[in-house]
């Protein structure tokens, strides 16, 4: 049948609630199964997959297309953009149980060329190379899709619930005169004949804002010109940040952090259950009061349980977050797990000291499914002790001029934290590797797509 | 009276439900107003100012200061952080009917040096470099401040409507191998020994999305190495972004535009009352249709009544758009207005022209209050045409064959838009300049603070 005007487009979730109308359905051509008798066409669009039926013969049926001659149905391939038009019909074996009958099909977009590997199988069969080289097209696999789908819906809660907190959204330079925060692992560039560099964290920004604003966050790309190839590094990433005043210590970040995760897990719920479902998400609780343990315990916990670090360095390896992580889920049933009061030594010098405990710190880590997802803490305030952290270090204070000149003006005690969206969504789909939620990835030896 | 231990910190907003109850404030010293009889200490936190009163001699009050010693009251220089513990009580002439009385005040983060200007002063006194190089004190004058809060308010509100109409938020990379969208005005890098480029804009990203999420929008930093210092135009802005396939024409862009107008106005008058109010900021109406005028109508007009633009483009010069936005307000009570069909020879290759006129095509820009504000349209979505358009324009598709290749398989008609949120901002303010509603502006002769 030769397709008409067609009604205004509905989704393939909005099926069930047609059965008996007509209906139009615009998508993919997921996949086409032609049988003895009857031939179906998967559609997919962004809300789910329908089904259209024809039966009878098929070999001659009839197709307009937009802008190409009339077309056999076996000719169209898949992933080729069409238009199914017909009646919603009740059938208990169809995907959502309702199917498109009597259906009409217009091409809307030219044939598709064959993409780089089936995206209708249930599994996906390319490596990651091969996803990551074809991303505009692989990502339509709804397994590879829906992860983003999940990230989408953590940071839309993660802002609604900072929101709530009375925070202010702000958006910070990404490109910044001094490489400041750390000398190495930065991006320079040229901005009109000066020497610039990409920012690393809106850290300095941020914790100015609290000035103004008192609580801030921002949710933007960072870049780390990490040299290493690993599962866990990008060299842009999308951090997740905040900064509060008027806090009495890092408990209060650690408080707020603790409702920015509860808003992430809701929002998920609330957008992305199908995804979840999908990927077989096991959503974690956030309990009431996360866990904490402080890092000169967590240090003689592994040293009686983990082979030790043979570097013999005061932070937490990999296989040591590991451990503990597994220690808390086992002791407090919490897939979460603060570490706090990491040493001065291994911290930034803008770190609050641990009050009575010099060498250690007001800091923390959050543990997730064994690795670090969150680092936070409370920061200095008072410009003679951020004059005082970088003599102690050695450093001039030159570079850090215009930054410092904020804490001479009165800044209250505050404190904040970074989470990186792409290490949260990977632990929450079981990602081996950070690439698989993330887009575009950038990293040492990927420029494009 | 020297302090004890605090109850927990209201707001200065929360005041006027505390009356006669004991109250805790904390909050910047805005202004110490010493009388004969009576010395009134202004707080200002993140919600307003708050007025404690001192009764009685006041030259020998003491403070319990966090870490210093002993300080009278006139001592305090304002912008010092402060506590200050008290009773609410209510008085008709005080901010808000309500001041603290017998109040204590303790010191929270030692004195503070004196600003670049005053702060308490009902009007701003500095010249905007002044501010600029001060941003991170300056902006705590309410006055500088409130634009930021109505541009969070705004982009909430933009992420809202989009999200309603099932919209996918994306990250995309800010680092890219060619600097495909128009050569010049972009930001080189070196990229692990790569020649790479700041990314001017999500397009090609956002386009590619379409194939995976149908619909998408981003919220964030583009890059251009604007030679000109104008009062316009940044090095790097915050652009909302959105993009949508399965549409018949630009009008379904636009359509969608308005829905995000009428999200973000709503948002700010939601959360961003009282810095309108404030700032005296007059919200627009968003028409329930934006009236629009084809580029060919617009040029006959301008003819008509403005002097033409002496280099004879076919483009419209900043006088043009203020005369045509005034027009629309006059014609139709508007104070947005479509201009649609621009020449395609002024638009990027990806631009789909107009049927039956292919000298122009279908894209828009919304004026709003004499200003371009958006800029968007239908793009191409065949491969074909992509490859035609391409040599049309005498360009090798080579550096474009990432971004071509999603076309191959498959991509619905679609387009999208970009808002300029600093613009908008600054219209709505009615800022002359766009770097007073950005808060650390980055342009040619600007990389700090």
Redesign the interface.
């Known amino acids: 049948m030769i397709s008409t005007e067609p009604a205004a ?1 509905a ?1 393939a979730a909005e099926l069930p609630r047609r059965v008996g109308h007509p209906v139009t359905l ?4 997921h996949r086409r199964r032609v049988l003895k008798a009857v031939t179906f066409l998967i559609l997919r ?3 789910r997959l329908a089904q259209a039926v024809f039966t009878g013969p098929h070999g001659t049926a009839a197709f307009e297309t937009a ?1 190409f001659e009339t077309t056999a149905l076996e000719e169209i391939p898949e ?3 069409v238009r199914i038009t017909g009646t919603a019909t009740a059938n208990a074996q169809a995907p959502g149980g309702v199917e498109v009958t009597e259906p009409t099909v217009t091409v ?3 044939p ?2 064959a ?1 780089p590997f089936d995206l209708y199988r249930p599994t996906v069969a390319a490596t990651l190379p091969t996803i990551l080289d ?4 692989a ?2 696999h709804p397994l590879l ?1 829906a992860p ?2 999940i ?2 819906a953590s ?2 809660g993660f ?1 609604t619930a900072l ?1 709530t907190l ?1 925070f ?10 001094s490489a400041t925060e750390s000398g190495a692992n930065v ?6 004949g ?1 020497r ?1 560099y ?1 920012a690393q964290s809106p850290q300095f ?1 941020k914790q ?2 609290v ?5 801030v966050y921002e949710t ?2 960072v ?1 780390r ?1 990490e ?1 290493h190839d690993t599962a866990r590094h990008l ?2 990433y ?1 951090s997740l940040d905040a900064e509060l005043g ?1 806090i009495t210590g890092h408990r209060d970040v650690m408080a707020v952090l603790r409702e920015a995760l509860v808003g992430m897990v809701e929002e998920i719920t609330r957008r992305a259950g199908a995804e979840c479902a999908l990927l077989d998400v096991q959503l974690p609780e956030v309990p009431q009061r996360i866990p904490e343990i402080h890092f000169v315990e967590a240090q003689e916990l592994l040293a009686e349980h983990v082979e030790q670090d043979p570097r013999g360095e005061p932070d937490l390896a990999p296989a040591h977050e590991r451990w503990l992580s597994a220690w808390a889920q086992r002791e407090y049933g919490s897939e979460f797990l603060f570490v706090t009061g990491y040493p001065m030594a291994k911290r930034p010098f803008y770190t609050y000291p641990e009050p009575g405990w010099p060498e250690y710190s007001n800091s923390f880590d959050l543990l997730f499914r064994g690795l670090e997802l969150v680092t936070g803490g409370q920061r200095l ?4 002790d951020y004059l005082a952290a970088l003599a102690a270090r050695g450093e001039s204070p030159e570079p850090y001029a ?2 410092l ?2 804490f ?6 505050h404190g904040g934290f970074a989470l990186g ?1 792409e290490r949260w969504t990977a632990r929450l789909v079981g990602a081996d590797n950070v690439r698989r939620v993330t ?2 990835p ?1 990293d ?1 030896n990927r ?3």
Chains 1, 2 share one sequence.
């Open positions: 487009r989704l615009e998508g993919w051509l669009d962004r809300s802008s992933e080729t953009v809307l977009s030219g598709a060329a993409p074809h991303a505009p097209v990502l339509r899709r983003h789908i990230s989408a940071v839309a802002r929101d009375g202010t959204e702000i958006h910070t330079p990404k490109v910044v005169a991006f320079g560039l040229d901005w009109f000066t610039a990409l920004f100015a804002m000035g103004v604003f008192e609580r933007g790309p870049f010109a040299p060299a842009q999308t008027f305030h008072r410009y003679d215009g930054y000149d904020a001479r003006h009165g800044m209250p005690p969206l887009l575009f950038r040492l420029l494009s797509p």
